[in-house]
């Protein structure tokens, strides 16, 4: 535990509240954000916390509360002063509005609703305070083991495909007619959607971009090799060395993704792969297995209708019968 952080909120934040709102004590959690509550702050870091509170808490007494721990805060900051903020919040704004689907399940939990980064900072950020459990409560109800398979399968995808069909292709367009600039916003995107593949690869939920390289250290052991490759991809001195690195990884990356049937059904080695991840995408292929018999119908159906099989997205759009 960061024991720079717990001794500032018991020696100065935590005696504020006692005194002025002490029936907020054991109703409140606290949650210590950012690199100070990931125990990786340094000299350059601010402080950011949230103080959640009931909702029927939080409009009695949150903007009293609020004031006091901002005063609280310009009194007494120990870190970089501009960009620290404590916030008071309701409870229902945890996991970007969905806590309440979390705590109290009664059925399909809206998963799609809540960032990877959000579950992340629930899941590994410092809780400080939670005696009421809320806070422990919700970390494991979103674990990354009780997130859905097919959905793992989705995020993959989605983050495969635009690797494939749009990054990389602008990546090495832009270096190829020297325009610096476009390189550089390009490559931003493109290593950004390789650290993301690799977390969903691992099954693992991702931090805020400021944050990824550290983390990845916590995943599984046979990742490293896709660390080091991105290491080597960042610190590589000219573009065309990038893109050689660039294209090495993303075959990795594939090859790691086929021999564990990560993405089963997508023929990750298609002449046009591009193609196939945008069917897959759209025909959703994390829960429909058996989304190529919809491009096989459609094709028979262009053919019947005397055009090429190349047509068979105009039926997948329309879906005439003639």
């Given at each position: 535990m960061?024991?720079a952080?717990?001794?500032y909120f018991e020696?100065a934040v935590?005696?504020?509240?006692?005194?002025l709102y002490?029936?907020?004590?054991q109703?409140m959690?606290?949650?210590?954000l950012g690199?100070?509550?990931?125990?990786?702050?340094?000299?350059f870091?601010d402080?950011?916390a949230?103080i959640?509170?009931n909702?029927?808490?939080w409009?009695?007494?949150?903007g009293?509360?609020q004031l006091s721990v901002?005063r609280?805060?310009a009194d007494?900051n120990p870190?970089r002063?501009?960009?620290?903020?404590l916030?008071?919040?309701?409870?229902?704004?945890l996991l970007d509005?969905?806590?309440t689907?979390?705590l109290e399940?009664?059925?399909?939990?809206p998963?799609e609703?809540?960032s990877?980064?959000?579950?992340?900072?629930?899941?590994?950020?410092?809780?400080?305070?939670?005696?009421?459990?809320l806070?422990?409560s919700?970390?494991?109800?979103?674990?990354p083991?009780?997130?859905p398979e097919p959905?793992?399968?989705?995020?993959?995808?989605g983050?495969?495909?635009q690797l494939?069909?749009e990054?990389l292709p602008e990546?090495r367009?832009?270096?190829?007619?020297?325009r610096?600039?476009?390189a550089?916003i390009?490559?931003?995107?493109?290593?950004?959607?390789m650290f993301r593949?690799v977390f969903a690869a691992?099954?693992?939920?991702?931090p805020w971009?400021t944050?990824?390289r550290?983390?990845?250290?916590?995943?599984?052991?046979?990742?490293?090799?896709?660390v080091?490759g991105?290491d080597e991809?960042?610190?590589?001195q000219?573009?065309?060395q990038k893109?050689?690195?660039?294209e090495?990884l993303?075959?990795s990356?594939?090859n790691?993704?086929?021999?564990?049937?990560?993405l089963?059904?997508?023929d990750l080695?298609?002449?046009?792969l591009g193609?196939?991840l945008?069917w897959?995408?759209?025909l959703?292929?994390?829960k429909?297995?058996?989304?190529?018999k919809?491009?096989?119908?459609c094709t028979?159906?262009?053919?019947?209708?005397?055009?090429?099989?190349?047509q068979?997205w105009?039926?997948s759009?329309?879906?005439?019968?003639?």
């Open positions: 960061p024991t952080v717990v001794r020696n935590m005696p504020m509240i006692r005194s002490p029936e907020a004590v109703e959690s606290i949650l210590i690199s100070v509550g990931l125990g990786i702050d340094d000299v870091s402080l950011e949230a959640y509170l909702d029927h808490a409009h009695a007494y949150g009293q509360l901002n609280c805060l007494t870190w002063q501009e960009g620290s903020v916030s008071v919040l309701p409870v229902s704004w509005g969905q806590s689907a979390f399940p009664s059925g399909e939990l998963w609703q809540v990877f980064e959000s579950l992340f900072t629930l899941r590994y950020n410092l809780i400080f305070h939670d005696p009421q459990g806070l422990r919700l970390r494991e109800a979103a674990a083991s009780r997130y959905l793992w399968k989705k995020a993959l995808l983050t495969l495909h494939i069909a990054d990546l367009s832009s270096v190829l007619r020297e610096q600039a476009e550089h390009s490559f931003g995107r493109v290593v950004e959607g593949l691992f099954h693992q939920y991702y971009r944050h990824l550290w983390a990845m250290s916590g995943l599984p052991v046979e990742a490293a090799v896709f080091s991105l991809l960042v610190s590589a000219d573009w065309k893109v050689t690195v660039l090495a993303m075959n990356l594939i790691f993704i086929s021999l564990n049937q990560l089963p059904g997508v080695y298609s002449a046009n193609e196939e945008l897959a995408q759209r959703g292929a994390w429909h297995p058996d989304w190529h919809w491009i096989d119908d028979s159906k262009a053919i019947q209708n005397g055009y090429s099989a190349s068979f105009v039926w759009l329309w879906g005439w019968e003639k």
